[in-house]
């Protein structure tokens, strides 16, 4: 009975030091079927148990089973480590240069000006203010006159204007490229009136100046127009503060100072800390260290009255800003001509 | 405007320092653009105010002298000079002495370079130190001689005290007129400090006859004048003024004259009414002997003057003109006449100061090209007031500077006297409009300060009515507001609180319209495309090239506006279509790259007839042109940008928009390959615009014209009118059920004649499928000789489905045989075998 145990230990240690040998699909299988096959060392085995006295049968038995588990045991370890092998060398040979380019996604952009506007909208559009059209071609009265500026005013020189001639000879109109978007502030009061307005009008404006890498014949503006009851200058600052500070970011300091333009009273211009050089002074700033930004104000009782609002009950604010510039503070542009050039190694870099 | 600081010290007191000064003036509405810092770089431990002691000749050189400078050390220094205005045995002159070791301009160089003196040898004679010409100061760029100070400059004085000065450029916006003189920033800043203004004198010593006798004034267009005065100073003498009024003059930006024409010019800047100086014995020899009348009249039709400037000039009516009897002597307010200007002999002297029309000076200004600091500030308007105390205060200042007599009196023509101006007030303004908390007591100080009288008519509690008598210096300020803006300014838009509106929320509207024009441009970014701006206003030849051999005055229709005044011939009038402008971007970006996919949107504008506004539609315009696929490493499709490319994006943006296009074939538009162009439509409704490639005859046309190269590849252009697509735009998707019974796939092919256009057959097959056919989707199209010539065979995957049961193949034979039934029968389509 002890021979036969020691035969069993060293069956076991045979087998399984051959296993360990065993290094593909093929040498595995021959394994298999030499040791659990049914001709293999374990049925034969199992057929010697027959032949013990019945006193020893139940521990050579048992022996027998845990060798028989250890074995199959064995096997499923091998079997699943030659498969983890096979496929890992397979995966080895499948390796690529993840550094090479990934393949182009084909998707095309917006023009950086559509951006900016829609950032502008978006914050302003959280304070209540909705957008609303107006046309680029305009009569000299809705571009200067209903906004307080006669004919001949001085203050006409701030703004060099493209003159349109009337389609038809015999039309008698004074037309012209809007120099503004502030004649949508008339159209849009005279369309509410008298409901309270909260209006931004965003949109192309065109100026009589030559093309430079420093001005442009057209660009955009937003104009901003709130009217109520109760409207006051501390209102006007709040909102542009607002604006400005989730625009540009809070870290730069707001300041207001007087202006004049002729459709508001008191006017007031808008300079932010220059984003260049965060105040300090430099080029861009001309030493000043502030940006300005924008031209505002409350809105003129003439203004008003021309809208259809009573100014001793009515008061309102308004602004106006570019918005080529900031988009090219933001983003250190060199030329603001490019806006316009179409050339997609500019419009490119915003998509 | 130019404000030294020594001159404004003159009138007002400057407590703080100059940046601070900067700053509350820009605070407060005078906007100081920028500080010159005159002299800062003069080293006040080497550059001194020297007195020359005595001049000698050099031993060794002719050209050269030996000056001997006291500049307050205990011993004079004696340096070798070449300045040609010192001669030997001159004493006395009052220098700018630099000395070893300071920094100066090198007058020998143009770059502004630096040179630091150093003890030399010339010509074997010691010198330490330098006489500085204005180059080596900076001062201009005159190195002829070296500078000479006025006699009563102190010696041993750091220069840059004595000479150095402090200039703020303040921008003038166009309501500014009480700041475009020195007495008026001066008063400005009385305000905001809580000073007086010390003003000039303003009498003057009249001794002379009475100028009424001398000279008479007739206003005949007094709409233009309103007040004409004039004084008369006899025997004075022409030369250089003296080197303080000068030295001003030259710090705000004009040139010294003479003592005569440098006073009206002075007082113009101190005071802000410009003046004009005749020679009074021309205006008599004009009148033939006898006292001249001043005419002030529109000049008549064909009329002509001379001005000082040399100028023949043709002056229009409308035009106001200085007249005597003989004729014009002046364009009122813009420029004098050559003939009775003052020269270096005059001796007796008429002066004007008058008041003109502001918006007739800025027109004639403008139309003769001729802006001037008198015509600017006539311009942005003057008070009559001021003619009179201007007039005395600058015939008082020629007698000191160039003697003679006045003449008594002034001749003063007031045709149109000013009204009292006076703006009311209720203080409970200041919150409604400025939402600050302000005292009525402050808002009367801060309007009394400016030099308003004011008057508080009534007081309720805080709420007081108050009027406000509004100075002559403030032309601006008529009414409530003006005085709001006062107060505001005055005492800080900094002070206003910052608060968020409070007021009632307008009606929320929806903002359909913008909302699905940004759905429009990312729909397209998706697909690929980058959104490009471009100019909206072209030349009729540019889109003229879209209608090859058709010339631009006949495809003129609807006619263009135009602009009066372009900035250039090619943008001279505003387009009719987005095509020619995708065409310059297409040739633009043509030299860098061959993929180029685009989109604008952008109004064009078509006149209405008998309509003075045009209509500015919304239109859509893409353009695609060379590889479909972008290039890469991994191998790159040479394919090209086809119709079926342009097609798919605008069925993709219609589909996305709720909408669906159908797409008929275009054979005779002039811009579209007749064989590869379709009109968009919109199923049920209006035509959105053509889609196709552009002719070969329109790249041809379009290259000469522009003399650009356009892409050499297939150009596909579409342009569609975007509100027509806005308009009808629906995001309203109603649902379609998800059936999940096992569908029943069936691939059909049919041969059809080559004329028969896909969708016939796309359509026969979705009319007769009923309501089992799900999907339909063509797959293949093949021509080849299996099928045979003029004919081509469609290929579809039908998917049969329905949402109760499993479909038996009897059923799908069945309906699918109505379908082959159908094709047969409508279009004599074949099963391919």
Known sequence: MEKKAQDMAAMQADALARLAEAQDDAALAAWRNEILGRKGVISEAMRGLGQLPAVERPAAGQRFNEVKTALETAYTEAEARLKAQALAASLASETIDVTLPGRPAGVGGLHLITRTLREIREIYGQMGFQVYRSRQIETDDFNFGLLNMPKHHPARDMQDTFYVLPPEADLDADLLLRTHTSPGQIHAMREYYPEPIRVILPGMVFRFEPVTVRSEMQFHQVEGLAVGRHITMADLKGTLINFAHRFFGPQYGVRFRPSYFPFTEPSVEMDIECIVCGGKGCSICKRSGWLEILGAGMVHPTVLRNGGYDPDVYSGFAFGMGVERPAILKHRIDDIRLFFSGDLRFLEQYA | ?833
């Open chain 2, 1 to 833: 405007m130019l404000v030294p600081l020594s001159w404004l010290k003159d009138y007002v007191d400057i407590n703080v320092s100059i940046d601070e000064l900067a700053h509350r003036l820009t605070m407060s509405g005078l906007a100081v653009e920028k500080i010159e810092r005159l002299g800062a770089e003069w080293e006040r431990d080497k550059i001194f105010v020297g007195r020359i002691v005595r001049i000698d000749q050099h031993p060794n050189a002719d050209r050269l002298v030996l000056a001997t400078v006291d500049y307050g050390a205990p011993e004079p220094q004696t340096v070798v000079t070449g300045a040609p205005n010192l001669k030997v045995g001159d004493t006395g002159q009052k220098v700018a002495f630099a000395v070893v070791g300071a920094r100066v301009i090198d007058g020998h160089k143009d770059d502004g370079s630096i040179l630091v003196i150093k003890p030399a040898k010339l010509r074997g004679v010691q010198s330490a130190g330098m006489v500085l010409s204005e180059k080596e100061l900076g001062l201009s760029d005159s190195h002829e001689g070296i500078i000479i100070l006025p006699p009563d400059a102190p010696v041993g004085v750091p220069l840059a005290d004595y000479l150095g000065d402090i200039v703020l450029d303040i921008e003038l916006t166009p309501n500014l007129t009480r700041a475009s003189n020195i007495v008026g920033t001066a008063r400005e800043w009385a305000a905001i400090s809580g000073q007086q203004v010390r003003y000039p004198n303003t009498e003057m010593v009249a001794e002379g006859e009475p100028a009424a006798g001398k000279a008479r004034v007739v206003i005949e267009d007094p709409d233009l004048c309103s007040r004409y005065s004039a004084t008369i100073i006899e025997g004075v003498t022409i030369h250089p003024s003296p080197q303080w009024m000068g030295r001003r003059l030259t710090l705000t930006g004009m040139r010294p004259i003479s003592n005569i024409v440098d006073v009206t010019n002075y007082v113009m800047l101190e005071l802000g009414q410009p003046l004009h100086a005749f020679d009074y014995d021309k205006l008599v020899a004009r009148a033939g002997g006898q006292p001249p009348t001043i005419i002030v009249r529109r000049a008549k039709p064909g009329e002509e003057m001379r001005t000082l400037d040399g100028v023949q000039r043709k002056l229009l009516p409308d035009m106001l003109l200085i007249c005597d009897t003989a004729g014009p002597i002046a364009i009122a307010g813009v420029m004098g006449g050559e003939e009775t200007e003052v020269s270096a002999e005059t001796t007796r002297i008429l002066l004007e100061a008058a008041n003109f029309n502001n918006l007739n000076i800025r027109r004639t200004a403008a139309l003769l090209k001729l802006p001037s600091e008198a015509s600017a500030r006539f311009g942005r308007g003057i008070h009559p007031a001021l003619t009179v105390t201007a007039a005395q205060r600058a015939t008082e200042l020629m007698r000191e500077l160039g003697g003679g007599t006045i003449a008594g009196g002034v001749v003063d023509e007031y045709s149109v006297p000013a009204e009292t101006v006076v703006a009311a007030l209720a203080t409970r303004d200041v919150q409604r409009i400025l939402g600050m908390d302000l005292p009525a007591e402050r808002v009367v100080e801060i309007l009394r300060a400016l030099e308003f009288e004011v008057e508080i008519a009534d007081q309720h509690g805080d709420d007081w009515r108050i009027r406000a008598v509004v100075p002559p210096h403030r032309l601006d300020v008529s009414h409530s507001y003006d005085l709001l803006e006062e107060v505001a300014r005055i005492e800080g838009y900094d002070r206003i609180p910052a608060t968020l509106m409070s007021d009632e929320l307008p009606p929320q509207r929806p903002s359909g319209d913008i909302d699905r024009e940004e759905r429009v441009r990312d729909l397209l970014a998706g697909a690929g495309l980058q959104e490009v701006m471009t100019y909206a206003m072209t030349s009729p030849e540019r889109e003229a090239t879209l209608h090859p051999g058709l010339s631009a005055e006949a495809v003129d229709e609807p006619p263009y506006l135009v602009v009066a005044n372009p900035i250039r011939p090619d943008r001279a009038v505003m387009r009719h279509t987005l095509l020619a402008s995708a065409l310059e971007t297409l040739a633009n970006n043509a030299r860098y790259r061959e993929r180029i996919a685009i989109f604008e949107v952008a109004p064009v504008y078509l006149p209405l007839p008998g309509e003075a506004l045009p209509q500015e539609p919304r239109r859509l315009v893409i353009a695609l042109a060379g590889p479909r696929q972008s290039a890469a490493w991994s191998g790159t499709s040479a394919e090209l940008f086809d119709f079926y490319d342009l097609k798919g994006i605008i069925d993709m943006l219609l589909r996305r928009m709720g909408l669906e296009g159908t797409w008929a074939p275009l054979t005779d538009h002039p811009t579209f390959h007749p064989g590869r162009a379709a009109q968009v439509c919109l199923a049920d409704g209006p035509a959105l615009g053509p889609a196709g490639e552009l002719h070969p005859l329109v790249r041809d046309a379009f290259n000469a014209q522009s003399g650009a190269d356009l892409p050499a590849a297939p150009i596909l252009l579409a342009e569609l009118d975007l509100d027509a697509i806005l308009a009808r735009a629906t995001m309203d998707v109603i649902h379609t059920p998800i059936l999940n019974r096992p569908p029943a796939k069936i691939d059909l092919a049919v041969v059809v004649d080559e004329a028969v256009p896909q969708a016939r057959v796309l359509d026969a097959i979705k009319a007769s499928g009923g309501e089992l056919l799900r999907e339909v989707g063509l797959f293949d199209v093949y021509r080849g000789p299996q099928i045979g010539a003029g004919k081509k065979s469609l290929a579809y995957a039908l998917v049969f489905q329905a949402a109760d049961r499993t479909l038996t193949d009897a059923e799908v034979a069945a309906q699918t045989q109505r379908i082959v039934d159908r094709l047969a029968r409508d279009l004599g389509a074949t099963l391919r075998a």
